[in-house]
Nanobody, 124 residues
Framework: QVQLVESGGELVQAGGSLRLSCAASGPTFTSSAMGWFRQAPGKEREFVAAISWSGLSTYYADSVTGRLTISRDNAKNTVWLQLNSLTPEDTAVYYC?????????????????WGQGTQVTVSS
């Protein structure tokens, strides 16, 4: 089993940047792909980014490609999501998730473990 704790969400102005962190614990983290999802008010949870177990493969939603970067350090049991050029449309609760697979996927059904989320609010 994997436990996940997100941090780093805050209020930021449009055009700004944030780095979200996800601290993981559990024996399977290093063999699990990791993902970030987000849920805006009144909307369904959507995929944002994913990274394979090794960190060599990444996958992004079309809406964030070029602005967000996912990375991981298996020695630190941590995954990060760097968000740049933020807009109010990026306002959401961001969730970290651990996959049952080692390959990066973009659908929620491939992820077995979820964190509690961290709030990102972008003001105009």
């Amino acid at each position: 089993q994997v436990q996940l704790v997100e941090s780093g969400g805050e209020l930021v102005q449009a055009g700004g940047s944030l780095r979200l962190s996800c601290a993981a614990s559990g024996p399977t983290f290093t063999s699990s792909a990791m993902g970030w999802f987000r849920q805006a008010p009144g909307k369904e949870r959507e995929f944002v980014a994913a990274i394979s177990w090794s960190g060599l493969s990444t996958y992004y939603a079309d809406s964030v490609t070029g602005r967000l970067t996912i990375s991981r350090d298996n020695a630190k049991n941590t995954v990060w999501l760097q968000l740049n050029s933020l807009t109010p449309e990026d306002t959401a609760v961001y969730y970290c998730a651990a996959s049952s697979y080692s390959r990066a996927y973009g659908t929620a059904d491939k992820y077995a473990y979820w964190g509690q989320g961290t709030q990102v609010t972008v003001s105009s």
